[in-house]
């Protein structure tokens, strides 16, 4: 997961979300990027859950690539959200999403094609989901090459430029 430390992301949840997951898969580990006003209070989340060797606090990184390389599923917990960088930048590695329904998310995302979508500010629901997408390897493989299909196709620098191209023209 991506993002600034504050109230809108949901990190909280999220990390509610992890003692579901891992009493069915205890190896797995969330990766948390950014910064925000909540770091202390995640921080003790984190520990009074008994979490701290599956649920990190990375930092800042500037360049995401090398950790989507390696990540399985991208998880945006957002409270409200409009269209996320970090989902796009996440669905053009090929990485697919479970994220919570929202209007600039649901533009976005086909639910069960590029990724799973669940209500917001609930943890047991995110955290089936998330159980679902470890436990269907396949069907996660297909939602992430779908997920990039979509991003090469719809959203990247030059197909946007033909699109506001195209806008213009016809005004």
Excluded at 28 to 33: D, G, K, M, P, Q
Excluded at 37 to 66: E, F, Y
Excluded at 68 to 93: H, P, T, V, W, Y
Aim: charged residues 20%; proline residues 5%.
């Amino acid at each position: 997961a991506v993002g600034r430390l504050s109230y809108q992301k949901a990190f909280d949840v999220l990390i509610d979300a992890v003692p579901g997951l891992i009493r069915e898969y205890p190896h797995l580990t969330l990766n948390i990027c950014g910064e925000g006003p909540l770091m202390s209070d995640l921080q003790s989340q984190i520990s009074n859950l008994d979490l701290s060797d599956h649920v990190k606090l990375l930092g800042v990184w500037m360049n995401m690539a090398p950790l989507l390389a390696i990540a399985d599923i991208f998880i945006l917990s957002s409270r409200f959200e409009g269209l996320s960088r970090a989902m796009l930048e996440a669905m053009a590695a090929g990485v697919p999403v479970v994220a919570t329904r929202g209007e600039g998310v649901e533009e976005v995302i086909v639910d069960g094609v590029h990724g799973l979508l669940v209500a917001p500010e609930e943890p047991v629901e995110l955290s089936q989901a998330l159980i679902h997408m470890v436990q269907h390897p396949e069907q996660r493989k297909q939602m992430g090459a779908a997920a990039r299909e979509l991003i090469m196709r719809s959203f990247t620098t030059n197909v946007m430029f033909e699109k506001y191209y195209e806008l213009i023209v016809n005004l």
